[in-house]
């Protein structure tokens, strides 16, 4: 794989562009999750089930989509296909305005914006492939990803601050506003962004062709270990943000509490991305931060299931999220590296694609083990222990499949010039 032009300084602006449409696409998918209850069941005299499916509905999306936005990124190169997503979560966005008090409008509206995801998060390791430096590429691929978490944690922060009461018309500004924001990253994408000029590996020409790349990418071992691998990850990560309510309830720990917990969980994943990321780059460490990390990982999320105080949640939620979440620019970029840039947006499809079929299956498994207890001499497990214990053990096979991998630089002990 060819290195860009030395240090174009424009690659930041490129990379901010693409960031800020990262980050709306998570306002948009999560602007009602912060709200669910009692705002958003209130104004609709809906079930709470039935508001679930306004975010739970972006995954189903995103599954039958990741392939085809992959092998576009590949055709038409990340620009195109990033303005496209960034267009259609700007106009569905909108026209869920129109919906006013129908709840099953409104639920088209927001599924049909997720069909813009894909679009988004599949093209990051192509614009860091093509723009950075092999010694940036995975900072760019953290920077991007992290637009995602701090997207996340200003829709779940700004709804309830915007929507305190089952209010139709302050919900109707909150839609205003994060619609408003999402055509403004679109705008400035579509002004700012470019594809480097003077690529020397060439796209595929034909759907075939891409095709053809797709059977060989799915056949390294390398992306086939980075797929179970963010199964694993994303998963884990979707299970314990979908559930770290209803886990520390039956710990005595109410619901303020919890939300702390899981802001910490992101802030410290979106410092991890870029810590991570740069230390990975600098020193050539990109398998043993995965080995490094499923580890730590795996520990943290082992005690993270006992009986226990804030102090000792909030710790492990720090120790879970800065070393679980950059698993995945770290991950990308293993990928890239694999593939080369000209198959990069057909490897981020597949390891995307297999991790939003994590996020389904843990989100599902930890609810249904959410009961089931075991009692060991003095030990009785509490509710959810086992779903959490779940969550370690796979950390655990993570760690055990990163022995897999194969090595894409080698360690250094000296940063590259």
């Given at each position: 794989m060819s290195d860009p032009e030395p240090r174009n300084p424009y690659r930041w602006v490129v990379l901010f562009a693409y960031t800020l449409v990262a980050f709306s696409t998570?306002?948009?998918?999560l602007n009602f999750s912060g709200i669910a209850e009692p705002q958003v069941t209130g104004i609709f005299n809906a079930s709470i089930d039935q508001v679930g499916y306004l975010a739970a509905f972006w995954p189903l999306v995103f599954i039958p989509l990741s392939l085809p936005t992959g092998l576009s990124v590949d055709?038409?190169?990340?620009?195109?296909?990033v303005a496209v997503g960034s267009l259609i979560l700007t106009v569905f966005s909108w026209l869920r305005l129109t919906a006013g008090l129908n709840f099953?409008?409104?639920?088209?509206?927001?599924?049909?914006?997720g069909v813009?995801?894909?679009?988004?998060?599949?093209?990051?390791?192509?614009?860091?492939?093509?723009w950075f430096p092999k010694g940036e590429q995975t900072l760019?691929?953290?920077?991007?990803?992290m637009g995602q978490l701090v997207g996340m944690i200003?829709?779940?922060v700004v709804g309830p601050l915007m929507v305190p009461d089952s209010s139709f018309?302050?919900?109707?500004q909150n839609m205003i506003v994060f619609s408003a924001i999402v055509t403004v990253s679109f705008a400035l994408f579509a002004l700012l962004a470019k594809e480097r000029g003077g690529v020397t590996?060439?796209?595929?020409?034909?759907w075939g062709s891409l095709l053809g790349e797709l059977k060989s990418v799915i056949k390294m071992r390398n992306i086939v270990v980075m797929m179970m691998l963010f199964f694993v990850g994303v998963g884990i990560f979707s299970g314990l943000i979908q559930w770290t309510e209803s886990i520390l309830s039956t710990r005595g720990l109410g619901s303020l509490d919890a939300g702390l917990i899981g802001a910490v969980l992101l802030v410290s994943g979106i410092v991890g991305m870029v810590v991570i990321s740069y230390i990975a780059d600098k020193y050539s460490m990109l398998k043993r931060f995965v080995t490094i990390n499923t580890l730590i990982s795996a520990l943290f999320l082992f005690v993270f299931g006992f009986q226990a105080g804030l102090a000792f949640y909030a710790l492990s939620a720090v120790l879970i999220g800065f070393f679980l979440l950059s698993l995945a620019p770290v991950g990308l970029q293993i990928s890239l590296e694999t593939v080369g840039e000209a198959r990069s947006g057909t490897a981020a499809s597949v390891v995307w694609l297999a991790s939003q079929v994590g996020a389904l299956f843990l989100i599902v498994a930890m609810s249904g083990l959410s009961t089931f207890s075991f009692t060991i001499g003095t030990f009785v497990a509490p509710q959810w222990f086992i779903s959490v214990l779940l969550c370690s053990l796979l950390a655990l096979v993570g760690f055990g499949l990163s022995f897999l991998l194969t090595d894409t630089r080698k360690a250094t002990s000296n940063p590259p010039a």
């Open positions: 998570q306002l948009i998918w055709r038409w190169g990340f620009r195109l296909n099953g409008l409104l639920l088209l509206y927001q599924t049909l914006a813009g995801q894909p679009f988004v998060y599949n093209a990051i390791s192509k614009l860091a492939g093509s760019a691929n953290g920077i991007g990803t200003t829709a779940l018309g302050e919900l109707q590996e060439e796209r595929p020409h034909s």
